[in-house]
Structures are given as structure tokens and as C-alpha cells.
């Protein structure tokens, strides 16, 4: 998105997309056929396998949901500058939603452990098609576009200010992940000060034969 290519950008975050979903299929791929071999390396217990057992698969679901939804609401929303709307996508959906299920669940239904995870992979997934429809319906041009004058606007500052120019990792990152947030710190332009103090400067001859000429009127 720095680089105002925003169809790079999307394809970028499909490759993310892609590499999580294959990662989880992976691991189910090889975890659910041996799932009470895998548990019994962990525990003895009969009746502690039989639940794992049976909690793997809504909990690989959930992980994968999970990924995509914070991949989206972390990442590409944050770097989009939609910031307000990955706020309420956080606070006002994901957070009430995850608690108000298992709530609802354990203190109405009385329900056991496995239908709770099983409600949190729903819920997990239903966040899923909501910030994928989102992702989809974005127009990534203009957002490329924002973040690039954005950046451009900020290493102006930078520069103004006697910071100098971006750092890489600075320039390319979302405006509220901690190195952003960590360059444009007063801890960062005091650094910079006393860098710029610290640092030796070389002596001309005309300052060489003024200290010598003050050196001899004194004798």
C-alpha cells in the first residue's frame, strides 16, 4: 500500500490468506486421523483423550477463522487508515460476540466444553465472511493511494522536524503497529539529537590555527 499499488497489496494479502488456510489444512491433515495418538503423548488419562479428541476439530476451525480475522482487523484495515473500523470490527463484534456466545451457553444453556467450542468456531467463521466481504468490496486503489500520501506526509514531517528521513521498517509499516508508533516517539527525536551531537565532526585548519595564535598570546 506505501508504494500506492494497491492491486499488489491485495494480491499480497490473498498470499497470507492462502499460506494460513494451507498451514491449518496441514496440520488437520496430519493431527485429526491420529488425534487420540497425538493427546496420548500429553496425558494417560482416558476421559481427558476422548474430549481433546473431540475438541480438535472446532478448535482448528477457530484458528483459522481466527487468523483471517486478525490478518484483517490488524493488518489490512490498519494499514488501509481505516483504523475506526477495525476499532469496531475488535470491540464492538469480535469481543462481544466471542464472550456473549460462551456466556450465553454456559450460564443459560448449561451446555458442556465441546458445544462451547463449537459456538466459538461459529462465531469465529461468521466474523470470517463478514471482514472477508469487506476485504472484497474495498476499493484497494484508493487506499493505496491515501497510504502512500499519508507516508509522504509523514517523512516530510520527519524531515522538518530533524529526524531525517524514514526508516524502511517505519515507512512500510501500519500507522498504529509499535514501530510507527516508536519512530514518531519524543524518546526517538531525542535519540536523533543526541546522535547528531555526538558525532565527530573534523577540525579545519582555520580553527587548528586560531586555537595556536590564542595559544602563544597567552604565553
Known sequence: ????????????????????FYSVALIALLLLPFGREAVSVITSDEEVIDLATQLLPPVLLNTFA????ECNTGGVFTS?????????????????????SIAFL???MHVGLVPVYWAQAAVSCLE?????????????????????RRQEAEEAESI???RGKMSPASRFSSPGSPVSKMY??????KADVVSELSAPRPITDAQVEGEVTMTIEEL
Request: some cysteine; hydrophobic content about 45%; glycine content about 10%.
Open 106 to 108: 454456559v450460564l443459560y
Open 1 to 20: 500500500l506505501g508504494q500506492g499499488n494497491g492491486l499488489s497489496a491485495k494480491r499480497s494479502a490473498l498470499m497470507i490468506f492462502n499460506f494460513s
Open 128 to 148: 470470517l465472511v463478514l471482514v472477508l466481504t469487506i476485504f472484497l468490496r474495498s476499493d484497494w486503489e484508493r487506499y493505496a493511494k491515501d497510504a502512500k
Open 184 to 189: 514518531r516517539s519524543p524518546l526517538c527525536v
Open 80 to 100: 488501509q487508515g481505516r483504523t475506526v473500523l477495525s476499532t469496531f470490527l475488535s470491540m464492538g463484534i469480535e469481543l462481544p460476540l466471542n464472550i456473549g
Open 160 to 162: 522538518a522536524t530533524g
Open 66 to 69: 481466527g487468523l483471517i480475522v
